[in-house]
């Protein structure tokens, strides 16, 4: 009975560590599946509608830098000075540093854009900033103003919730007919008021898209009434 037990000893042990090893497999995939930042583009789609992607903006409101940071809000993720002074990897780790502590909540446009929370979101792990990189903001130059006469249209049919630099020019456009945009290169509810504005006033369906009809009336079409 000794020696049968003996034999049975070596398989006993293989078995456990079968199992063993393919509970830290398990364990290893989870842990890989539960980091789920959210992807550069919702970053760009937030700083194009926080501050149009100027990483040194500063309007005297009491909100600084490309996410829009207040300062009690910038120094309770560790942000030393003013945010619009830091670099942009600095204010990328200090919004993905944000993220993770509360989620889209502090930012207004999160909830305009319609972002949502992912597995990241609350988790409260304090990011690298080998983590952050990826956000690559780079202090990337704010769209032009634009151009004296009618730009050449982007290519791109815009919709609710795009952000793009074309949408900054289109923007600024309409501030010829008195609408008072801001500039922040976002499709939402008021860039949609002035695009069903300008495609009624010139017979173009009014689907609230921006394609090449609407766009090319924005400076040869007649105004919105």
């Not at 398989?11 to 290893?28: D, E, K, N, S, Y």
């Not at 501050?51 to 829009?68: C, I, L, V």
């Not at 791109?156 to 289109?170: N, R």
């Not at 008021?193 to 079409?221: C, E, F, M, Y």
Request: charged share 20%.
């Amino acid at each position: 009975m000794i020696t049968h037990r003996l034999r049975r000893a070596p398989r006993i042990l293989v078995r456990l560590l079968l199992v063993a090893l393919v509970a830290a497999g398990l364990q290893l995939v989870a842990s890989s599946t539960a980091s789920a930042d959210p992807a550069a583009s919702t970053w760009l789609k937030l700083r194009m509608c926080e501050s149009s992607n100027r990483y040194a903006t500063n309007t005297g409101n009491g909100y600084y830098g490309a996410y829009q940071f207040d300062l009690p809000t910038w120094r309770s993720v560790g942000g030393q000075g003013r945010p619009d002074l830091a670099s942009p990897a600095e204010q990328d780790y200090r919004a993905l540093y944000l993220y993770r502590m509360r989620g889209w909540q502090p930012w207004e446009c999160a909830g305009m854009l319609g972002l949502r929370n992912d597995a990241d979101a609350r988790s409260k792990r304090v990011p690298t900033y080998a983590e952050s990189a990826y956000i690559g903001g780079g202090g990337r130059p704010a769209p032009a103003p634009a151009p004296a006469g009618k730009p050449a249209w982007p290519g791109v049919v815009y919709a609710y919730g795009d952000c793009a630099p074309a949408l900054k020019t289109f923007q600024l456009r309409m501030n010829a007919f008195g609408y008072g945009f801001t500039g922040t290169g976002c499709y939402l509810d008021k860039t949609r008021q002035a695009v069903l504005d300008l495609q009624r006033a010139n017979g173009i369906n009014d689907s609230g898209r921006l394609g090449p009809k609407t766009w090319n009336a924005a400076w040869n079409g007649r105004p919105p009434r």
